[in-house]
């Protein structure tokens, strides 16, 4: 059965593995202030085009959201999220474990806006509160939406004028930049935020997120935070090597945009049918909406996810695709689907 | 120029390399729930001799350390350790971050033994102190000191006489476990102890520790704490077949038998040339103590680090070995080691 | 101006002054083992009808709060409450601080549900997610609500049934069993919750809540948490005499009837001028909707705050009554409402 | 029996007394934020010398050392103190609840020097270990002894030149500042550190410790501090009018100088008797040396504690005076130490 579960089945790109079986016996430098680490620093540099950013290798993303979040609020302070994002739902407590509230707004299609974050700042008015610091967004958010030029932005100017710190998470950042919709360039989201990752996990790595600390009050002492949480690894070349291989060229984007063709196809396929969506589709994840029926019955040749119960009859499921989903696998897919249609 | 700098200077042992290969492009659950993984636990518990213990993989051996502490001693708790202790030296805070206090007492040779952490229990008598709920011990110690069966025995008895749970580092495990002086079987350790880990960063393995649950009540939920600390891959299953790869035959202890054998040459060297060491030689660590001359003629040919300054005119230093540690290399730093001696 | 901000403006009832002054040069034990203290202790015990719980004295509501969330969660576990509850929005993140999430969900009439805390347990399903282990609900509630017999009986059978802790937070326990639909004893209390306090500090007392632990299992090394959590004073007899005070006969219970009785004649004016209500009056906080024309003239006269803009032209404003409350100031305060009205 | 027990077994001192009666059935501003509270700043500030300082009164010493430590810390950094340190032993794991690692340096009859400090600089190198970046010493220390003026200004040089926040805690500064052997003024501390607290629940408050802000860059969004950690109290008044009452004239000073005179009558005496001293007398703290004879007669007419068994047949023991300290039951004391002797 193929699985269109998650972008993280598979191993490694094997352009990746290759360059991790070249470097294998070579005698490198722990924790990563190897030569492979600082030349993939160097290369995502030359692509967000600034030298003053600088760039830490960090295992997983719950990992790096509860670091960069609790590195840069006091204690009193608390982080923004829409209510699906990935910090709020899906982290088990990991950032409140580090003593800070997330405060939710509703999202728009999982996405944040300026009005959303001044409401919050509005309620938060006094010390008997949590005082809003900072703002997290995830693009591609958890509904596979994607944030534009002009509302990144929008966002990015509020939080400026508000003092507020804005984090981007990127784990499927890939996936975000190379979509038919997208506008946004490394270069413009390394200008509008503050701090961001670029995933390496959902796109082709063994494991590994390249956090980007763009404002330089944020960089003092950085490597103290990460051994501090946990979070350095004493071969921290097996993540520099990745990503070395990611970006001395375009493979990065390439993956993600095979990624996305993949579920272009499986989104055509869908609206073909008829079907109906439970978020813009757009990158690598689609969330149709499918009767129990039909789901029962592509169940039987897919593993997927439900996403949420719509009504007695109906579910949103979620399709994912990633740099190694088979065009084989998305045609029987598709043929499955227009096979019943929506109706 | 060659490094005796650490164990984890190389990438994955060949055999691990070719498995994560072989799986590569294989569809894995996510989160460790693999069938690797299962594999990998089934082989370990057939090393350790027991089915009733729970496996879990972790990335890196200081995100372990606090994720063990801190799940199972309630706020107002305490871990023991040697000064020399990992936990307490070497981690930035990592253990206190989780809001606990580690409480240490001097070591012998690196050791803990019965009679230390007694004295610890005795000085904190009441609500006004911490309570001691926890021993932490490695094997190897910092030192590259081990824990004969009797001490740890004797430890074990203490700790279950006095209601402390037993925790022991074993990121280097494999060196322990195949030194000339040990008489600990995998199987000991996991009846003497609560919970202990098996190293494969440093021996072998891209990243990995294999924690282990002997005890019952620990188990309960610990897929949570996992997760809460921001530990749990979502490519689970690259340490799931690496530690496949290491424990489906001999394949860990071979690897840490190679690493002793490569230190033990270095010892005979050192012996031979009169020199003297500042922790008892034994496994993969050695700590001889080297004039400033000597140590200057010597970086210029090789990495190693300084342990700690003696007098005005020697240090001891650390010379590590690993799996990966070639006989050459060995026979170059013994041949300088015999042609200067200690005089 | 006569202040209806809040019901903590005020020293202490003349009864406790009395008994602190007779008590002040005798020499007590330190930390709340002084006689004072556990003569205040049996007394309580007596009133609730109970002899195997335990009472310990806590400075102030928040630390209260948060010492009995993080003394009985394992780290990964959180809490629910009503999104209006005080541990969620007017506590800077303090229980957050401890490293738990508050999980909220809809309030009706600021009181929470079986139905509610349902919806909460079936979303969190799986080590993704936080796992709900205690229901935190406060009586009277933010809104001055009160639970009835009948409602807490719910709560805590769904609770018994889940496995879920349920912590009251009594701050304003007086009004709301001295209220005239209340239907509770303290005994009852004891009875459907796992723990709960007694608020001293809104009822008469400098400061000072009565924290009683009702189920065995959490009562071991409790004084060990209050410490930890530099809430254990040194001087505890201060709040064991005001204790001793207040339960050594009826007194906690007539200084609640008192604020309820004072805060009766002005819900009557307001019933009598036609007045809207935020939320359904009853104990010692009042939330009426009133003009803003109406609130600038008696803003001239009295202090108050707003709860919440209604809209353009009405605003619910609080009115709190206490057993400091003057008749005097409350035939003013109804005099004014009667010449308005509504309209 | 008369308890030389501590300096905190009796109530406020009828001046304080007084006026909390006098305003008791004032109505006051919640929090901190009332007239007395201001008033009692103003008077501090005066004693002090500078206006541009903040002061903030919160209820005890281990949550204001809490507090202080967890404020002014990024995540990885730590505080350094003597191994005798309150904060290292007496209080439950406080500090390290906030996530901060305490290291501890040997002390010098209770004191720190810039010698053991820079010690403790010299060994955290690196991000391996945690940042030291605070100094937490106290006047008078747990051993009754003080810092002179030089020995302050040394510390307090190297501190800055070392950039160290220093931190003085107070919770015994009115004996510090009038014993006879001291040089120290307010201001001279003010001056000198960036952060301490003058104690009023150990002369003569109820409770309440009156922490003063020196360094600017300190002050900022405090009370949101003081609210997280639960230490804001709703009647923050009740140690507005006992800080008010302590400061308005020689108060405070009064009393620290009464405890030391009854101190220093017992010191005679057991230099007379020709005792020996775990530590220096000189402040209302006394550590003489006794025959386990001669305690236990004394223990049939005093309470005290033991500090320390020093040989079979001796132990150190602690006679604390205070405010409250009457000259009867000190000659009752001294009549007995003189009966015995040492020999």
Redesign the interface.
Known sequence: M??F??D?????H?RL?EM??Q????????YGLDDHSLKAKEYIKKKIGREDVDIHFI?????T???VI??FL???Q?VISVDTGHIN??????V???????VTVPGKDGKLTPEAIAKALEYHTD?????PKMVYISNTTELGTIYTKAELTAISNFCKEKKLLLFLDGARLASALTCKANDLTLSDIANLVDVFYIGG??NGA??GEALVLCKESLKE?F?????????????G??MGIQFEALFEDNLYFELGLHANQMAERIAEALHQGGYSFYATPGTNQLFPILSNEIIDTLAEKF?FSIQEKIDKENSAVRFVTSW?TTEESVEALVKELLLYGAR
């Open positions: 193929y699985s579960m998650n993280y089945s598979e191993g490694a094997p593995f991790l079986k470097a294998n016996l070579e005698q490198n430098n722990g295992p997983g993303g719950t990992q959201n509860l670091l609790s590195s006091r204690p009193y608390c739902v899906h982290e088990t407590g990991a409140e474990a580090t003593g800070h509230k997330v010390e008997h509160m949590v005082q996990t959902k063994l494991l002492d490597r103290y935070l990460i051994k501090h949480r946990g979070a350095m690894m004493a071969k070349f097996v593993v190694a």
